[in-house]
Nanobody, 115 residues
């Protein structure tokens, strides 16, 4: 059974930094592409970043240069380091993985950036 558990969200002032984590079980992150999405109130869920099994990283234009996705294969955990946060980064952040035609989501972690 695949389980993704996000943690590390919270309240931070604009310009600050925050790191969120996604601990995975039932799936090996090193051989799967892992994704971070976010959903702000009243908006659709959007892709923030992903990291492939080969280690390639891709980012949404809105976060490029400010966010960094990484993974620790030994801990089977994916991270999203968020710097220079803006109020528009306020959202629930979700971890996502896809395996064997199944789409797996965590419960999300709230990130709130105050102005």
């Amino acid at each position: 059974q695949v389980r993704l558990v996000e943690s590390g969200g919270g309240l931070v002032q604009a310009g600050g930094s925050l790191s969120v984590s996604c601990a995975a079980s039932g799936i090996i992150i090193s051989i799967n592409t892992m994704y971070w999405y976010r959903q702000a109130p009243g908006k659709q869920r959007e892709l923030v970043a992903f990291i492939t099994s080969g280690g390639s990283r891709n980012y949404a234009s809105s976060v490029k240069g400010r966010f960094t996705i990484s993974r620790d294969n030994a801990k089977n955990t994916v991270y999203l380091q968020m710097n220079t946060l803006k109020p528009e980064d306020t959202a629930v952040y979700y971890c996502n993985a896809r395996e064997s035609l199944h789409d797996y989501w965590g419960q999300g972690t709230q990130v709130t950036v105050s102005s």
